[in-house]
């Protein structure tokens, strides 16, 4: 057995956000090769949520190593209640006595939230956990998840560099605990007004790090926190491809983009020498087994404060770039519908951002102005600790938890084999992820909703059912012209013609406000 993974032998671990992505996984891998003796897993509403949430993500066979692997301890609660996380009494007390290792994924991805809504979903259950877990008796490890985005900001300093490095450190913005007062008692703080990050949900995770590490740092043995870059669909465990929609940033940045039809949208480039060549940009995205397995090697050698969980050993040619996801992704839908891409300068954005003019940012980029829009940015994710550590393995090690992808190959035939599930997965489940819910809202990423690949806006006002014998074979889109501003839709309008001539967009007043409403590249209708 792996000398790594024998750490976890016969302990007990809590566990929050584990019916999530990284935390699903995380407790599928414990289970099937570390062997601890109990995994307490919180979660809000019932148990059985837990188990329901497990069975829609998972393939029946590694569902049913985690149902009946008796390791599995669902307890019903809520991470972002102070003091007791929601727990009963009794659960109280067996949790602090029992667990030794906690391991603090609870976070709702949203991108485009505001900054009050991001501290209740994120800051708040990260220091309510790290507050909770101080007082764990036998605790020996907390680990805390953030982002390698969290300093995006960083790209934005060095107007003369191709490749923007973030160091496996802490990046010093301010205080803290007043930026936090800021937020509470206006919404903002400010150092976000000052600082050109890369969206409210980055700056939220560099904030909570400098939380964590300032107040907790001598309270909690052995504090780590992992900086995923984006995650990505599984290349092995718990199964090839999984992937829970709304979790991944580039499937659902990319999904959304090229599946709604926009004829044109604008990207930004670094630098002038850049320009038109911004599918050439790398784009860090890791699978989300080889984040696990970084976080339970580093957990086990007690790694602490900032460790990457990255693609590429600091080699940027190992990754892929924007155009290799591009060009799998378009070639999913017809030719006539597959969006261009303008380039344009990203320091004329920074310039307007300085002069204050933030307005016309998001009228150019939609509701993701400060972040996924501005692909012309590559960064180099130093993840000298993981170099370091995988030198120290034994083969059997190595064998169990692979800290690296096998170079560029291995992710290209991932995402060919990703490509294929891609129109089916937009389908059936884009409508529910939380990833891109606009600020502070109830929708989704459209009110209407998408069910057995047809698209459908129930307005109430007039709405045509095409059907299209050439452009799109044997597909069915349900389309909407609205009254203005009663409905948002993702689409122009519904597609009309459908010859391979051309396709022609129909668009209204209601439609044409969700132009701007996101997009990898912008969402801005030419």
Same mark, same amino acid.
Request: charge should be neutral; hydrophobic fraction near 40%.
């Given at each position: ?36 003796? $109990? ?37 019903? +609660? ?6 007791? !996380? ?56 907390? =680990? ?7 300093? /995006? ?11 923007? &490095?973030? +160091?496996?450190?802490?990046? *010093? ?45 001598? $309270? ?28 991944? #940033? ?24 850049? $320009?038109?060549?911004?599918?050439? &940009?790398?784009?860090?995205?890791? #699978? ?10 580093? &957990?086990? =050698?007690?790694? &602490? ?65 400060? +972040?996924?829009?501005?692909?012309? /940015? ?36 991932? !995402? ?10 937009? /389908? ?5 992820? *939380? ?8 929708? +989704? ?27 799109? #074979? ?53």
């Amino acid at each position: 057995m792996s000398t790594v993974l024998d750490y976890y032998r016969g302990r007990t671990i809590l566990v929050t956000g584990g019916s999530g992505f990284v935390g699903t996984a995380l407790c599928y891998k414990l289970v099937l090769s570390a062997h601890p003796t $109990k995994i307490y897993v919180l979660i809000r509403g019932s148990v059985e949520r837990l188990w329901d949430r497990w069975s829609k993500v998972l393939p029946a066979a590694q569902y049913n190593t985690l149902r009946n692997s008796g390791r599995i301890v669902p307890i019903v +609660g809520d991470a972002a209640t102070p003091g007791t !996380l929601g727990l009963d009494s009794a659960t109280i007390t067996s949790v602090r006595e029992e667990v030794s290792v906690c391991f603090n994924f609870a976070s709702k991805t949203r991108i485009v939230a505001s900054l009050a809504t991001i501290k209740q979903t994120d800051i708040d259950p990260a220091v309510c956990v790290a507050e909770f877990a101080t007082t764990c008796k036998g605790l020996d490890r907390f =680990v805390w998840t953030s982002s390698a985005y969290s300093n /995006a900001h960083l790209h934005w300093q060095d107007p003369n560099a191709t490749l923007t &490095t973030v +160091g496996e450190q802490i990046y *010093d913005a301010g205080n803290p605990e007043e930026e936090l007062s800021q937020i509470v008692a206006s919404g903002t703080s400010d150092v976000y007004k000052r600082t050109f990050f890369s969206s409210q949900y980055g700056y939220c995770k560099n904030l909570t790090e400098r939380l964590i590490i300032s107040r907790y740092q001598d $309270k909690l043995p052995h504090l780590l926190i992992i900086r995923p870059s984006c995650i990505g669909p599984a290349l092995r465990e718990p199964a090839p491809g999984y992937e829970i929609m709304g979790s991944s #940033p580039i499937t659902t940045l990319m999904s959304y983009t090229i599946h709604r039809s926009t004829n044109s949208l604008t990207g930004a480039y670094h630098l002038p020498t850049r $320009k038109g060549l911004g599918f050439s &940009t790398f784009i860090n995205e890791c #699978p989300v087994d080889i984040v696990v397995n970084r976080i339970l090697a580093h &957990t086990s =050698v007690r790694t &602490t404060g900032i460790a990457h969980a990255v693609v590429g050993r600091g080699v940027a040619d190992q990754q892929l770039t924007l155009g290799d996801y591009w060009t799998e992704f378009t070639s999913t839908i017809p030719r006539p519908l597959c969006p261009t891409v303008e380039w344009v300068d990203d320091a004329d954005l920074l310039k307007m951002f300085k002069e204050g003019n933030q307005s016309f940012v998001d009228a150019q980029f939609g509701a993701v102005p400060r +972040g996924f829009a501005f692909c012309g /940015a590559a960064f180099n994710f130093e993840d000298g600790k993981t170099v370091t550590l995988e030198a120290q393995l034994s083969a059997v090690d190595t064998q169990e938890l692979p800290l690296f992808v096998d170079g560029k190959e291995e992710l290209l035939v991932a !995402l060919k084999t990703r490509k294929k599930r891609n129109a089916n997965v937009i /389908a059936s489940e884009l409508q529910s992820a *939380d990833f891109f819910k606009p600020p502070d809202s109830g929708s +989704g990423i459209f009110d209407g909703h998408i069910e057995a690949g047809i698209l459908s806006a129930p307005l109430g006002t007039a709405v045509q059912v095409i059907k299209d014998t050439a452009a799109l #074979p044997g597909a069915v889109l349900e389309g909407a012209v609205a009254g203005a501003g009663t409905h948002r839709f993702p689409f122009t309008g519904a597609v009309v013609g459908g010859t391979a001539a051309g396709v022609e967009h129909v668009a209204s007043s209601a439609t044409r406000a969700t132009d701007t409403f996101l997009g990898a590249f912008g969402g801005k209708k030419k």
